[in-house]
Each structure stands twice: as structure tokens, then as C-alpha cells.
Nanobody, 121 residues
Framework: QVQLVESGGGLVQAGGSLRLSCAAS?????MGWFRQAPGKEREFVAA????????YYADSLKGRFTISRDNAKNTVYLQMNSLKPEDTAVYYC?????????????????WGQGTQVTVSS
């Protein structure tokens, strides 16, 4: 069983940046970030394969968010720039054993507890 711990969330003004981290208890395959805003369904944000050579983003977030990983630290990052109030949500990381990157949450096996990101206008 893999344990995932997110960190780096907080309160930021619109236009600002945050970098989220997700530390895994062991090495992982594909990793993904998701988010869930109050009253809304969970939404795919980004995914990255084991080597970090392939990434996949939600179309609406391309250009503002960047996913990366450091396998030596078993950690995945989400750099978020030009943040907007609508980015406010709890952000979750998850790991998948699937050989392909996927935006489907039900294809991820382990999830972190989430970190709150709040963007003020």
C-alpha cells in the first residue's frame, strides 16, 4: 500500500503562484493531481508517467499548471501560476499502476488526504 501526503496549499491572491508537493511512501508509477471545489465533482488536473517524460493536462489548465516529479525523493509537484479564484479547491494526488496516463479517477489506486488551495480575488 502506498501512502501519499500532499503539502503546499494555502491562501494566495489572484495572479499568484503555489507549488504543491505529494510525497509517496515508496516509488510509484503514474501520478496524477485532481481537485474538488465545494459542491462540485472531482476534476482531473494533470498526470505524469514514471520517468516524467510524458505529461497530460486538463485542457482548461494547460499553460498555467505544470506537473513534475523527482523519483529520488518519491515526490510529485504541481506548479500553479496565474491562479484564479476558480482554482480554489482541495487538491489531491493519486497514483496509478496503469501503463497509460488517464484523467479517470477510478483508475487511480491510492489517494492522499488533500491540501486546500484558496485563491482570493
Amino acid at each position: 500500500q502506498v501512502q501519499l501526503v500532499e503539502s503546499g496549499g494555502g491562501l494566495v491572491q489572484a495572479g499568484g503562484s503555489l507549488r504543491l508537493s505529494c510525497a509517496a511512501s515508496s516509488s510509484t508509477y503514474a501520478m496524477g493531481w485532481f481537485r474538488q471545489a465545494p459542491g462540485k465533482e472531482r476534476e482531473f488536473v494533470a498526470a505524469i508517467n514514471w520517468s516524467g517524460g510524458t505529461t497530460y493536462y486538463a485542457d482548461s489548465l494547460k499553460g498555467r499548471f505544470t506537473i513534475s516529479r523527482d523519483n529520488a525523493k518519491n515526490t510529485v509537484y504541481l506548479q500553479m501560476n496565474s491562479l484564479k479564484p476558480e482554482d480554489t479547491a482541495v487538491y489531491y494526488c493519486a497514483t496509478s499502476a496503469s501503463p497509460r496516463l488517464t484523467p479517470r479517477g477510478n483508475e487511480y489506486d491510492y489517494w492522499g488526504q488533500g491540501t486546500q488551495v484558496t485563491v482570493s480575488s
